[in-house]
């Protein structure tokens, strides 16, 4: 999934390290991933690193924007597709849970990794998570007012299904009985039934 995940996005030699660096930070963490960790699953030198990414920050910056930029898109895309409350955060649920499954090692590198990087130079990795949180606080607010939800905390709420969709990349694997796209439905459900709404 990584390396097809990053073929679209970059070729030659930046491809490569692309691929093994969300590898190296997936499995060994941001501080664990020593540039020569990196060049080792790119099959490169750490030298041949340097030449396309200056430091292991810019570097880890591009994976997760770029990641931030698909996992954001997977809930608000297909939310944006209906216009009624229950019909956005179901697809939206569905969507977003299943990219998390079907990309689980490239949603642990983004996800839990960019707790460790706060800085000026993330921001705009940070607004797209805002941007995402408050697209479901909308939805969840929208139904509320509508009277198809019945929610007591919406900001409560917003982190429990957001995180609860994250947390597939953490311990879901490929040889699961369980396909991601049957995987999201059911995380779907269960958003609708949280939230206190019958299945559109």
Not at 95 to 109: K, Y
Not at 165 to 173: E, G, K, L, T, V
């Given at each position: 999934m990584i390396e097809r995940y990053w073929?679209?996005?970059a070729s030659g030699p930046s491809r490569k390290i692309l691929i093994g660096a969300t590898l190296a930070f997936a499995e060994l963490g941001y501080h664990g991933a020593s540039t020569r960790a990196i060049a080792a699953r790119a099959e490169m030198s750490p030298a041949a690193v340097?030449?396309?990414f200056s430091s292991k920050v810019e570097l880890f910056h591009h994976i997760a924007l770029e990641g931030h930029k698909t996992s954001t898109g997977a809930f608000n895309e297909p939310a944006d597709l209906v216009s009624d409350p229950a019909s956005k955060l179901r697809i939206g649920v569905a969507?977003?849970?299943?990219?998390?499954?079907?990309?689980?090692?490239?949603?642990?590198?983004i996800e839990y990794e960019m707790r460790l990087h706060h800085d000026r130079r993330f921001a705009d990795v940070w607004r797209l998570r805002r941007g995402v949180e408050e697209h479901m606080r909308r939805i969840l607010q929208a139904g509320v007012d509508e009277g198809?939800?019945?929610i007591a905390d919406i900001e409560w709420m917003k982190i429990l299904l957001l995180s609860n969709?994250?947390?597939?990349?953490?311990?879901?694997?490929h040889e699961s009985p369980h396909t991601p796209l049957a995987l999201g439905f059911r995380y779907?459900?269960?958003a609708m039934s949280l939230v206190g709404a019958t299945t559109p």
């Open positions: 073929a679209e996005r340097y030449i396309h969507s977003f849970a299943t990219f998390n499954a079907e990309m689980n090692t490239f949603s642990r590198t198809v939800f019945r969709c994250i947390d597939i990349a953490r311990w879901y694997r779907a459900d269960l």
